[in-house]
């Protein structure tokens, strides 16, 4: 198994209040990926990052930002938690060569915003 | 608007059956393509990819077929096993850093 832990692995937090979800890779891999899992919508980007202090928003990043300040860890952060951010929300890795691009992916964080 | 569609919520096959497991997408741009496994509370698995210059690739029991004409991929797992059961995602991608997800299929194989 690829070596990407994510903390906390639960959350429940407050409408309003910060949250921040860290991704940790061992694998010395150049991108990394934030996603959100819900009911009807799969997995969708939030962030992503193709190096150190490099990110980019995907489809779903109102309401979050992140930061890469090493190569092996990347923060999410709620500025102010809402209830349409409750969800799961998984950390992914990729190293992309001449023959494969595949993601990886950490166990998830499971927040609820009340 | 969705770019990577699977229509089929759910599908129930016998042990031993072939299960096979539906992809749609829009964007013709799309060059690489990839399936995943995801069992309850864990992370999303790697299983299987494809390149838009192959038709076919195979890895065991499974198989991904691209159809670029009608933008459709497929997975067939055979023969299909009780430990199979999990929600199958595709995903795909064209510019090698964002990766689009289907909504995913859940496959129950029935022992």
């Known amino acids: 198994d690829a070596g990407i832990t994510q903390s906390p692995r639960h959350k429940v937090t407050e409408t309003g209040t910060p949250v921040t979800l860290r991704c940790h890779q061992t694998e010395n891999h150049r991108y990394m990926y934030w996603y959100r899992q819900d009911p009807g919508h799969g997995l969708r980007l939030i962030h992503y990052?193709?190096?150190?202090?490099?990110?980019d928003k995907g489809e779903v990043s109102d309401g979050y930002s992140v930061s890469r300040s090493k190569t092996e860890d990347f923060l999410l952060t709620l500025e102010s938690a809402t209830s349409s951010q409750t969800s799961v929300y998984f950390c992914a890795i990729s190293e992309w060569t001449s023959t494969s691009h595949e993601q990886f992916f950490g166990p998830g964080t499971r927040l609820t915003v009340l | 608007d969705q770019q990577v569609k699977q229509n089929s919520p759910s599908l129930s096959v016998q042990e031993g059956r072939i299960s096979i497991l539906n992809c749609d997408y829009t964007?013709?741009?799309?060059?690489?393509f990839l399936w995943y496994k995801k069992y309850p509370a864990e992370g999303p698995t790697f299983l299987i990819s494809i390149s838009s210059i192959k038709d076919k690739n195979e890895d065991g029991r499974f198989t991904v077929f691209l159809n670029k004409s009608a933008k459709h991929l497929s997975l067939h797992i055979v023969p299909s096993q009780p430990g199979d059961s999990a929600v199958y995602f595709c995903a795909a991608s064209h510019t090698g850093n964002q990766f689009y997800f289907g909504t995913g299929t859940s496959l129950t194989v029935i022992p």
């Open positions: 990052s193709y190096g150190v202090k490099d990110t």
């Open positions: 964007n013709s741009m799309f060059d690489y």
